[in-house]
């Protein structure tokens, strides 16, 4: 049930609305907070439907957000309110609303046959004799919390895991190698927990958890980056035969100025998993500061808007360059962080994260 009363009346009124709104359409809350069974099995709301002539109860169970294992939580305890129906004269129908419903807890209750409503006005009605399935976005201001885990320090930590994806890892493991606090380590991986993207064993400090699901990181990483603008990165023109003459350039300047730095993007995915016959253009991200300006120095990088051949990313601390390989005494950024890299640049470099997903982000 919701904390706020307020909030779960919203979404009632919304529900009642969104059946009003359909052909021959209309309904009404009949109980709030209705007992069931004699030991105290209750739902949320019971609401009264007709649509088209056809009869219909809901029994409703609410909540404020809903990711995989919410709502299979509700779904048993929604199974278990059906059980104690016998209403003969209408179609009872176990139903779930929530201010923003996540793309896999929807794809859940569609299985399980369980009707859903949410604020984007997404309803999903899965009677017999009366089907209504209306498939909406999430709802904007919601979609932000949804998304929150691929940005700043959170993002790390998925990329984390990602990368450690066939190990049982811990929170303290994870903190320390994506250099953020155990707060935000715990934080993230249990919404990740929620979203069933990671299995777990044990409990208390002892608790462990591995990826299970990297598919569907990488394609809900996607869909985030589809709405966000590329990185700001400065351009620059250095004096060089040849991409894999700079790359060995930046190497030696970034040594020299203690600058870590770790290249991306079409580069690396060259170097990585070979498809292009060549690249002529350097991305890369070196830690900020005076460091990167030595580097820079050392390089005799000269700034231009045209003809650039080495690309810096804007980047705010240590912990947004991180290292997965070294490739012919090159630093490489990881794959997954190459990949969405590719995802938001132009040309054939869509083209190079499918290829680059396909031979070392899937297996």
């Not at 209403?87 to 139903?95: L, N, T």
């Not at 909406?136 to 790390?156: E, L, T």
């Not at 608790?207 to 394609?219: E, G, H, Q, S, Y």
């Not at 930046?250 to 690249?279: G, H, K, M």
């Amino acid at each position: 049930m919701l904390k706020l009363e307020n909030e779960e009346q919203e979404l009632l009124d919304g529900l009642v609305d969104a059946i009003g709104g359909l052909p021959e359409g209309q309904a009404w809350i009949a109980e709030r907070e209705v007992a069931l069974t004699p030991r105290g099995s209750r739902v949320d709301a019971i609401i009264e439907a007709i649509i088209a002539g056809q009869s219909l109860q809901l029994l409703v169970e609410a909540k404020r957000e809903a990711f995989p294992r919410d709502v299979r939580q509700a779904v048993w305890q929604l199974r278990n309110h059906l059980a104690h129906q016998n209403d003969a004269e209408r179609e009872v129908v176990p139903f779930f609303i929530a201010r923003a419903i996540s793309p896999g807890a929807r794809e859940i209750l569609r299985e399980e046959k369980i009707g859903f409503y949410d604020l984007g006005g997404t309803l999903y009605i899965p009677a017999p004799n009366t089907f209504i399935y209306i498939d909406r976005p999430v709802p904007p201001k919601d979609s932000k919390a949804f998304r929150a885990i691929f940005q700043g320090q959170r993002a790390r930590v998925v990329q984390e895991i990602f990368a450690r994806r066939a190990d049982w890892v811990s929170v303290k493991q994870i903190a320390e190698d994506a250099e953020v606090s155990p707060a935000t380590a715990s934080e993230t991986l249990s919404e990740m927990e929620r979203r069933e993207w990671v299995e777990v064993e044990g409990a208390g400090p002892s608790k462990l958890r591995r990826l299970r699901a990297p598919t569907l990181v990488l394609d809900a990483w996607a869909d985030f980056l589809a709405d966000q603008k590329p990185p700001k990165f400065d351009r620059y023109y250095v004096s060089s035969a040849n991409a894999e003459d700079l790359a060995q350039k930046l190497d030696r300047a970034c040594d020299e100025a203690n600058a870590a730095y770790a290249v991306t993007s079409e580069a690396a995915a060259q170097a990585y998993a070979p498809y292009l016959s060549s690249v002529s253009q350097i991305r890369c991200r070196i830690v900020p500061g005076p460091h990167r300006d030595r580097a820079l120095e050392r390089l005799h990088a000269r700034p231009v808007s045209e003809g650039w051949n080495l690309a810096v990313i804007e980047t705010r601390a240590r912990g947004d360059v991180t290292v997965g390989e070294r490739i012919d005494e090159i630093a490489l950024a990881p794959p997954l962080q190459v990949y969405l890299d590719l995802l938001q640049g132009s040309g054939r470099a869509k083209e190079m994260a499918a290829h680059l997903r396909t031979e070392r982000l899937e297996q």
